[in-house]
């Protein structure tokens, strides 16, 4: 009997501090969202698996700070937070613990199950979202581009893991995010695709037989020539396979047939969501502090440094109160502590007191405690035949008589009161 295929581990695992550099995002909604705000937020939360926090169940009362609170114990490095106001839906993204963060507005969006509605044959696996997506920034770099586009840069590149084409194996790389700058409108368009590899120099039906599983049916042929022939023409998709879009595999792939050294065509397949950005400004803090740019509000240079030093007056002003009442905090410890030792004393003190009273409560009773009498015994002959009185004798003598008398009476009385009743029996037996 054969033995079961024991799986072996082909990379090497990765180390305590590679695993603590690895970004890590949660994407949460704040206040009051509708429903396709809701599913939105777990769209983007399929695209940031696996390092992120996909089962996540927030409340409406939480806060920032709620969450600022576990970042440190749970590793996290980056905050995806939707809401939605009157006017729209809006994105903050902000890093742990101290920022920045980008706020957009989201002008359009579309789900995850809209765009792989609009698909013929769409292409979900669940082992795509085991692995992290490849991150491509489009049109970001430039001469002309101001310094708010730098920080969106860097922001949205360090929210991703870093790759090492050198020491990556093929196969993890399934899926890629795409963050495309539109410089005529100002817009960030955000895609989610997966990657797909077809062989490239055949027809349709060669590419059926090659790529599914099962065979395809031929009832419907008399030669396979038939089915080859019947989609020899080229369609769109097979004119960008060509040889000038194709690349050689470096490495296996996942896939059927698609081995090393293979000549194969990559294609992108669209998974959803998307999502049409745009910029409106960027704070230093995480949700809070210098405003850093701004799409909307222009400030001259006087403006700003009146602006920094209003903030910076805040800031010395919470410092003070904070301080204030970190010395309220302690004085009232420190009072609480004395209060319990004089407490403490005091009751000491009273215990003694009261136990030397009662020392000498219990000496004063004892000396005050009357003698008890000593108990009389009389003997048989005190009582002799020579003390009794003889008055007492005959009184005696003539109570018991009386008392026989009387008991004599009742007994007579007893039984004349029977005898009507022995009469009253007798007569109905006769009868």
Request: hydrophobic residues 30%; neutral net charge; charged residues 30%.
């Amino acid at each position: 009997m054969g033995h079961g295929r024991r799986k072996k581990r082909t990379h090497a695992v990765p180390t305590q501090e590679e695993l603590e550099k690895v970004p890590r995002s949660l994407v949460v909604k704040s206040g009051l969202v509708g429903q396709a705000v809701s599913e939105l937020v777990s769209d983007v939360r399929r695209v940031m698996e696996p390092n992120t926090a996909s089962r996540l169940r927030e409340r409406k009362t939480n806060k920032i700070r709620d969450y600022v609170a576990v970042s440190s114990q749970l590793g996290l490095s980056h905050m995806l937070l939707f809401s939605q106001t009157a006017t729209g839906t809006n994105l903050r993204i902000g890093r742990f613990p101290r920022g920045p963060t980008l706020y957009f507005r989201v002008n359009k969006y579309s789900l995850a199950s809209d765009c792989l509605s609009l698909q013929k044959t769409p292409h979900t696996s669940a082992a795509e979202y085991n692995t992290s997506p490849l991150i491509i920034l489009n049109n970001f770099a430039g001469e002309n581009r101001g310094n708010e586009l730098k920080l969106m840069t860097a922001m949205l590149q360090n929210m991703f893991p870093s790759i090492n084409p050198s020491s990556m194996r093929l196969s993890e790389a399934r899926r890629v995010v795409l963050f495309n700058y539109n410089e005529e409108t100002g817009m960030v368009d955000f895609r989610h695709y997966t990657i797909v590899v077809k062989p490239v120099g055949v027809t349709k039906g060669v590419k059926r037989v090659i790529m599914s599983k099962n065979m395809p049916s031929l009832a419907q042929f008399d030669d396979i020539s038939d089915y080859v022939l019947r989609e020899a023409f080229a369609s769109e998709s097979d004119i960008e396979d060509g040889p000038e879009n194709s690349v050689t595999l470096a490495q296996d792939y996942v896939g059927r047939n698609n081995t090393k050294d293979q000549q194969r065509a990559i294609r992108l397949m669209e998974l959803g969501p998307r999502m049409e950005l745009r910029l409106l400004k960027i704070e230093g803090g995480l949700c809070e502090g210098e405003v850093i740019h701004h799409s909307y509000v222009h400030k001259t240079k006087e403006e700003v440094e009146q602006t920094e030093k209003m903030r910076q007056a805040n800031l010395s002003r919470l410092a003070q109160r904070r301080q204030q009442q970190q010395e309220n905090v302690d004085r009232k410890k420190q009072e609480k502590k004395e209060s319990m030792s004089k407490s403490k004393t005091k009751e000491e003190s009273d215990m003694e007191e009261n136990g030397s009273d009662q020392d000498v409560e219990n000496s004063h009773s004892d000396s005050e405690k009357p003698a008890k009498p000593e108990k009389v015994r009389l003997a048989a002959d005190d009582f002799g035949a020579d003390n009794y009185d003889d008055d007492l004798i005959e009184d005696s003598q003539e109570s018991d008589s009386a008392m026989a008398v009387d008991s004599d009476a009742e007994e007579n009385a007893v039984e004349t009161s029977r005898q009507p009743k022995r009469a009253k029996t007798m007569k109905k037996k006769k009868r």
